[in-house]
């Protein structure tokens, strides 16, 4: 992960005391980011886990499930559900609009 982020930036379960759901890494992921809080819901959070789903939500992240453990209906079903569901990455670029945004910065 260092080669792709700064390790100041990347969050594991040595990073935290409280484990998912709890938004503990979340929130010290945002922290990371050197962001004022009003832009929390401009942070995209990826998750695969309700658990994971419940904690970047609670921290107030947008939160971008894919199903690779859960059906889209598990997880739409969710009493705080995703905002957004996909079964690919390509998927997400689509949803999201990410691969136009790339390619329009080359």
Known sequence: MTS???SNRVKTKESITHPKPNPEVFNL???SL???ESDRAAVYAFEDDPRGIMAARAAGLYVCAITTL???DDLMSLQIPPHVVADTYEEFGELLNVAA???GAR
């Open 70 to 72: 859960y059906t889209r």
């Open 29 to 31: 992921a945002f922290d």
């Open 34 to 36: 050197g962001l004022p």
């Open 4 to 6: 792709l982020f700064p």
């Open 101 to 103: 945004t790339l390619r």
